[in-house]
T-cell receptor
């Protein structure tokens, strides 16, 4: 049973560019959450998608946007990249709200130069 | 807003020994869920153990157990018979069942296991 799949695994972008990260949830899961993890820190919540709608959002600017598709897969888009956006971006899936925990992917390492 | 605090940036344990990682949290809610996640160098967060706040019995999963002190808002993780494969970052996390709340993480504790 495949877990959470994220692509790409690594990415280098230039300041001001736009980036799209992709996530396929674990089979049977319908909710996708995105987290940003800066080096040496804990994950910070970006937003969560359920039934193709953004259900909740963390303290991130509008440059961060997302989408969920009918097959529950999701995209994270970041516009006008800043150096401070360099981080590991983690996708997590769950059945419902995640009372039994999330299943995480291995993340996308984004470097902005 | 709920906050999660892990006061030990780094911990070290000898192989086969026992180590306890600390976690405290701040909340005004009576029902919630607590988790410990392990993040090895592969970067994937792996669920170690889960505790429901309304259950007084401490959760256990093989060599991993928790000491849940609801009144003190403390949720420590005990790893018994430590193995080299236990070396990783460990994150404590809180999730409220209300208002579609997200899962909030502490800053993590880096565990080193010495052979």
């Amino acid at each position: 049973d495949a877990g959470v799949t994220q692509s790409p695994t690594h990415l280098i972008k230039t300041r001001g560019q736009q980036v799209t990260l992709r996530c396929s949830p674990k089979s049977g899961h319908d909710t996708v959450s995105w987290y940003q993890q800066a080096l040496g820190q804990g994950p910070q919540f970006i937003f969560q998608y359920y039934e193709e709608e953004e259900r909740q959002r963390g303290n991130f600017p509008d440059r961060f946007s997302g989408h969920q598709f009918p097959n529950y897969s999701s995209e994270l888009n970041v516009n006008a990249l800043l150096l401070g956006d360099s981080a590991l971006y983690l996708c997590a899936s769950s059945k419902g709200q995640g009372d039994y925990g999330y299943t995480f992917g291995s993340g996308t390492r984004l470097t902005v130069v | 807003a709920q906050t999660v605090t892990q006061s030990q940036p780094e911990m070290s344990v000898q192989e086969a020994e026992t180590v306890t990682l600390s976690c405290t949290y701040d909340t005004s809610e009576s029902d919630y869920y607590l988790f410990w996640y392990k993040q090895p160098p592969s970067r994937q967060m792996i669920l170690v153990i889960r505790q429901e706040a309304y259950k007084q019995q401490n959760a256990t999963e093989n060599r991993f157990s928790v000491n849940f002190q609801k009144a003190a808002k403390s949720f420590s993780l005990k790893i018994s018979d430590s193995q080299l494969g236990d070396a990783a970052m460990y994150f404590c996390a809180y999730r409220s069942p209300y208002n579609n709340n997200d899962m909030r993480f502490g800053a993590g504790t880096r565990l080193t296991v010495k052979p």
